[in-house]
């Protein structure tokens, strides 16, 4: 595997990582408590609304 | 500003002092008021920031409690209570306020004084509360609050002729700016020792004998005889007794035989407090207030009186929305123009300076093509907030609710639901959240169910992609133009759908009786550019971080999906063959081909079908899609723009894959269909979690997945049997 595959591999390795980790934060809103942080800053219904 | 003046109670009356409840030295205030008098402001001024939150037993409703000392060092506690217009005990809120007044409360006895918060702006819709509040026989002090505003608006309120009516001691007070507080503090400390307030107003004696017996009945359930009349009054208009009279016998049968006599003798049980309250308030006002000049209030009214009309209301709203949604396409072209350009040099430039192999293509068709494609975006989105912020700030969002109201009581949903619906127009997460105001647990199901069909801002990039590549700017009418008018309808497909769906569920699954709302409507005023400013900024950063974060990051997902495996290109086969058959070949070429059957009889390819399954993670993430396809596919990459690509996109046989009736179909699907994780998850959340939220969520999810194919099957086999096609 030469250095370019391993560099693309990485990014979507990352990508990947990223997404479940949003995902799971997303489950946890479904649980989570009443009065929590909404979709988690990216539709703008955070903290400051 | 006019000096802070006490209202001075006439010799005349004795006082009849009580003690208090609580004991200890320590008096306890409750400080009560109609919404944006200033209550929160003064209960600041009042204690500082020695305050404790909280939530009243039992319920989310928040309890704020404060502390000072008054003149002589007793320690004073104020208990802020919610915001309420009245004490009909309709809503969580103001079965709250009444509950602590008439001391049934739990963990909370009766306030030793009550501090009625008035906006002198408003006086007459104030002293509506004010009068329900006195007849409970509490010591009571009033506030006239915000009358540096009035006194500008050329409204002048005489606080001592308001003592001599009322009864009860009346001070001017500019909480902002901390004047009349220690007046207002003086005459808390007294008002324990002062006579207490009476009914003001004779009720008809056919009214009067027909409320004895209810009367009767909460003396003899514990309440003092004062607020047994002011109870008995008020419960002749409700449908529920609420639960701070849970327990008293024979109550319910009461209110029946009274409401029958005041219906025998002509008069209306609904209406009677109402009229008898006003009749006497309208006196009252006529007396104490002064209008000595016309001033903004005046303007405002002149306008309402257009703006607010029944007929050309609604003709005004929907014409101005058209103006908004065409000036979206009009000024974003150019700019729009500009930022494909520039993503389109990034592009090259960047294919130029790097090695061809598999990074440039992630660098190229994920990274640039994929979440660039929904970046182009960004002008649209600022301009529409620029326009939502300027109709906010300027008070005619508040003017377009009221307007909405009467089509939101026409379908049986409380006034209440278009706050949340409104706010679904950017997000339905923030409007799922904020159905928590509505007090009938029906009303708020049926507005979570239907509040995704409002268009969300993540819809914009996927209509202004369909509208600006295949429907022509041509102009209708003179003024508009069918881009404008395209997304408008768009706007409305999704409102008027809402109100339908929301009928139905309130005839079917959540029966209930809708509610007439009370809402303010602040003056008109010009936006300050710097309050826009914020607010846009606001909204363009968040758009920005998502196409930076998730769409990105899908992006890069999406292309690898699209890229591998390898396909080796066969002997003879040209670029743009050999570029087609390694997409088919793909994971995602794969899995287009698998649900291809599914989306054929809505007129799309594999590729609009694989856009539309990565999407239900996110709506935008349609475009980034198309941008990573076309991307990866695409032999000549002279041509960046999506939009270029989708319109030159073909079928095996020649014909063209997007045609203006596919654009509108596909828009259609996406007015309908629930593609949120968040907003599901909310919704999970908001009802009831567990089982029960994803019982609901899922069948949310099933009955707009069902309503988005059927109507985007239904224009585009429509649309071919009329030869559109």
Not at chain 2, 169 to 183: C, M, S
Not at chain 2, 447 to 474: E, K, N
Request: aromatic share 6%.
């Amino acid at each position: 595997m030469d250095v370019q595959t391993l560099i693309v591999v990485a990014l979507v390795l990352a990508a990947a990582g990223y997404l479940l980790g949003r995902w799971r934060k997303t489950l946890a809103l479904a649980r989570g408590p009443k009065d929590g942080p909404g979709c988690g800053g990216g539709c703008g219904c955070g903290p400051e609304h | 500003m006019e000096v802070a003046e006490a209202g001075a109670i006439p010799a005349s009356h004795a006082p009849s002092p009580a003690p208090s409840a609580h004991g200890g030295g320590v008096l306890h205030v409750a400080l009560i008021g109609n919404p944006n008098t200033g209550k929160s402001t003064l209960f600041n001024a009042l204690t500082g920031m020695r305050q404790r939150v909280g939530n009243y037993s039992g319920v989310t409703v928040e309890r704020v409690e404060g502390r000072y000392r008054d003149a002589a060092g007793r320690p004073v506690t104020v208990l802020d209570l919610p915001g309420t217009y009245s004490l009909s005990a309709s809503s969580p809120d103001e079965e709250i306020a009444l509950g602590v007044l008439l001391g049934r409360a739990e963990g909370l006895d009766t306030p030793d004084v009550v501090v009625v918060v008035l906006d002198a702006q408003n006086l007459e819709r104030n002293l509506f509360l004010a009068t329900q509040v006195l007849e409970l026989g509490l010591p009571t002090v009033v506030a006239l609050n915000q009358v540096d505003a009035a006194a500008a608006a050329g409204i002048k309120t005489d606080p001592i002729e308001l003592t001599l009516e009322l009864g009860v001691p009346v001070v001017a007070t500019v909480a902002t700016r901390g004047e009349g507080l220690d007046l207002l503090k003086q005459a808390v400390s007294r008002a324990v020792d002062l006579p207490r307030a009476e009914r003001k107003f004779d009720l008809p004696p056919e009214a009067a004998a027909a409320l004895r017996p209810v009367e009767a009945c909460l003396v003899a359930g514990g309440l003092s005889a004062s607020a047994a009349a002011m109870e008995a009054l008020r419960l002749l208009a409700v449908t529920q007794l609420g639960p701070h009279l849970a327990g008293i016998a024979g109550l319910e049968a009461a209110v029946e035989r009274a409401r029958a006599e005041v219906e025998a003798a002509g008069l209306s049980p609904r209406s009677l407090e109402a009229e008898a309250r006003y009749g006497w308030i309208a006196e009252v006002a006529d007396r104490v207030v002064t209008r000595t000049a016309t001033g903004r209030r005046s303007m405002t009214d002149r306008v309402d009186a257009v703006v607010l009309h029944r007929v050309a209301g609604p003709l005004i709203f929907v014409a101005l929305m058209a103006l908004v949604f065409q000036s979206i396409f009009t000024w974003s072209e150019p700019l729009i123009g500009w930022v494909e350009g520039l993503f389109g040099a990034l592009g090259a430039t960047v294919a130029a300076a790097m090695p061809p192999g598999d990074l440039q293509g992630l660098v190229v068709d994920g990274v640039i093509a994929g979440a660039g494609s929904v970046l182009v975006f960004l002008p649209q989105i600022t301009i529409l907030f620029l326009f939502i912020g300027f109709l906010e700030d300027s008070g005619y969002m508040a003017r377009a609710a009221f307007i909405m109201d009467r089509f939101m009581r026409s379908v049986g949903l409380h006034g209440r639901s278009f706050i949340p619906l409104l706010s679904g127009y950017a997000c339905a997460v923030p409007g799922v959240m904020s159905t928590r105001t509505i007090e009938s647990p029906k009303d708020r199901l049926a507005t979570i169910m239907v509040l995704p069909l409002m268009s969300c801002s993540a819809r914009i990039p996927i209509y202004t992609l369909l509208i600006g590549t295949f429907i022509p700017p041509v102009a209708v009418a003179g003024v508009f133009n069918l881009q404008g008018l395209t997304l408008l309808a768009m706007y409305l497909l999704g409102t008027l759908t809402a109100l339908a769906m929301a009928a139905v569920f309130k005839k079917t699954l959540m029966k209930g009786q809708a509610r007439p709302m009370i809402m303010e409507l602040p003056p008109y005023r010009l936006p300050s550019l710097r309050g826009l400013a914020l607010s846009v900024s606001h909204r363009a950063s968040l758009f920005l971080k998502k196409a930076g974060t998730i769409i990105l990051a899908l992006s890069v997902v999406l292309w690898a999906l699209a890229t591998y495996p390898k396909t080796e290109a066969a002997p003879g086969m040209d670029e743009a063959a050999a570029q087609e058959a390694q997409l088919a070949g793909s994971v995602l070429g794969t899995l287009g081909h698998a649900i291809e059957p599914a989306v054929r009889p809505l007129g799309y390819d594999w590729k609009i079908g694989v856009g539309i399954v990565s999407s239900f993670a996110a709506r935008e993430v349609f475009v980034a899609t198309m941008g990573t396809i076309y991307g990866v596919g695409a032999a000549d990459e002279s041509s960046t723009s999506l939009r270029d690509r989708l319109r030159a996109e073909r079928h095996e046989s020649g014909a063209p894959v997007y045609t203006p009736l596919v654009a509108v179909g596909l828009m259609v699907f996406y007015v309908y269909a629930m593609m949120c994780m968040s907003t599901a998850a909310v919704v999970v959340r908001e009802t009831g979690g567990g089982r029960q939220g994803l019982k609901w969520a899922a069948f949310q999810f099933g009955w707009m997945l069902a309503l988005a194919y059927l109507a985007a099957l239904l224009v585009y086999q429509g649309g071919l049997l009329l030869g559109f096609g």
